[in-house]
């Protein structure tokens, strides 16, 4: 959903998918997407944080975007 533009839609699924595997890193990624598209950062860089300590890099760098470049993309602007 998040890759047709449907936040809404997505944001359900990430929540289903966290509900049922809590240390999954892939769903708080994918959650974090779909936040960025209700324009709801704060709460997408949360999960953009979590996603990162769950190590989802070492799990899905290869096949998917880096959550470090997420992160620098939306949650660290005023950062010094």
Do not use: T, W
């Amino acid at each position: 959903y998040a890759m047709i533009s449907k936040g809404d839609l997505a944001l359900n699924d990430a929540n289903k998918a966290i509900k049922l595997s809590p240390d999954n890193p892939y769903a708080y990624k994918h959650r974090a997407m779909a936040l960025i598209l209700l324009a709801r950062i704060d709460d997408a860089c949360q999960d953009l944080q979590k996603a990162k300590d769950l190590d989802f890099n070492s799990y899905f760098y290869e096949n998917d975007e880096s959550v470090d470049k997420l992160i620098e993309e939306y949650c660290s602007h005023g950062e010094e």
